[in-house]
């Protein structure tokens, strides 16, 4: 016997004909000739090398071989039904595998999100890589994730980006800081001589800031530079200076700060949701896409959800 002479067609027959006992019931079930039936099971005989069926009773019934047959093509058809629905399921965007690329800041954005979507979609495997702006971008030149989260997205013709929530950025300062107790909005000059603990060069936030400051002609004498947005917190915290941090950085951890009123803060920025055009958009990252546009104000504060975010989809290439 070989295996691998048999075809679905032939175990298909004989499925038919031990459902229905008959060779002429089969050929009917399945639009055949009974002599095409016949001559199938022939082959499948002579293939298997063993007696598959007998006459009991005026009906076909497997042998002990036949039986085993019979189970196993059974067992094959169903798992093939499986396979049938689980490719459905991904064609549909239902089920398979999303890889998502953040940006250290955006950890307090994702997670919402992502639970929502996977309440939503629990057939869908997301892989969530965090890292700084470098290190995204390098994966993104890679193509190694499907979709990426930015506060500011990569340049470039194979860019395609669309804002999907706000995301200010607030100027903060320890709670006894001078600057907290002032009953008017501060000029920003009126700073310019403190200490500014900052994150590293192509730090998205660091790069919102530094633009900001040359739009107002103010450069600022003494800085610190922190690679990480908790330590410039805790920095700030004790004294050690004055930061700029996006505003998901500092919910629910404001112990010792404030935020200080200035003219011009706190900055206006974005979330980005961010792909490639060079590579094309998968069943789940389309799902995902549709979900933020029709879903999003359910995930997070509503009032930061931007108000075009029902077009997000028109943003990218989708086929």
């Known amino acids: 016997m070989n295996i691998r002479h048999l075809t679905f067609r032939l175990l298909q027959v004989y499925q038919q004909v031990v459902r229905t006992g008959s060779v002429s019931a089969a050929a009917r079930v399945l639009h055949l000739t009974q002599p095409t039936v016949s001559l199938q099971l022939k082959k499948l005989t002579e293939e298997i090398g063993e007696t598959l069926l007998e006459h009991k009773e005026g009906k076909l019934v497997p042998t002990f071989a036949g039986q085993a047959l019979f189970q196993a093509a059974s067992d094959l058809f169903s798992r093939f039904d499986d396979l049938a629905n689980e490719l459905a399921d991904a064609r549909g965007g239902q089920a398979g595998r999303l890889s998502i690329g953040i940006v250290t800041t955006a950890k307090y954005v994702m ?118 947005n908790e330590a410039i917190r805790l920095g700030v915290a004790s004294g050690l200076g004055l930061a700029v941090l996006s505003d998901y950085t500092l919910k629910h951890a404001m112990q010792g700060l404030t935020l200080i009123d200035a003219v011009g803060f706190p900055l206006h920025s974005h979330w980005y949701l961010v792909a490639r055009k060079d590579k094309r958009l998968g069943a789940p990252a389309q799902r995902f896409i549709q979900f933020l546009a029709s879903q999003l104000q359910s995930c997070v504060d509503p009032n930061q959800v931007v108000s075009d975010i029902q077009q997000l989809p028109e943003h990218f290439v989708l086929t």
């Open 111 to 228: 997670p919402a999100i992502l639970g929502a979507f996977d309440r939503a979609y629990p057939k869908l495997q997301v892989t969530l890589n965090v890292g700084n702006r470098a290190h995204i971008l390098q994966r993104f030149a890679a193509q190694e994730d499907d979709l990426y989260l930015f506060s500011q997205p990569p340049s470039g013709e194979l860019v395609q980006a669309g804002r999907i929530m706000k995301n200010p950025l607030q100027l903060i300062a320890p709670l006894d800081h001078w600057a907290a107790a002032q009953p008017q909005p501060l000029q920003f000059s009126q700073l310019k001589n403190e200490r500014f603990l900052i994150r590293e060069p192509g730090s998205a936030t660091r790069m919102q800031f530094e633009a900001w400051l040359s739009g107002q002609g103010i450069e600022l004498t003494r800085t610190m530079q922190i690679e990480s």
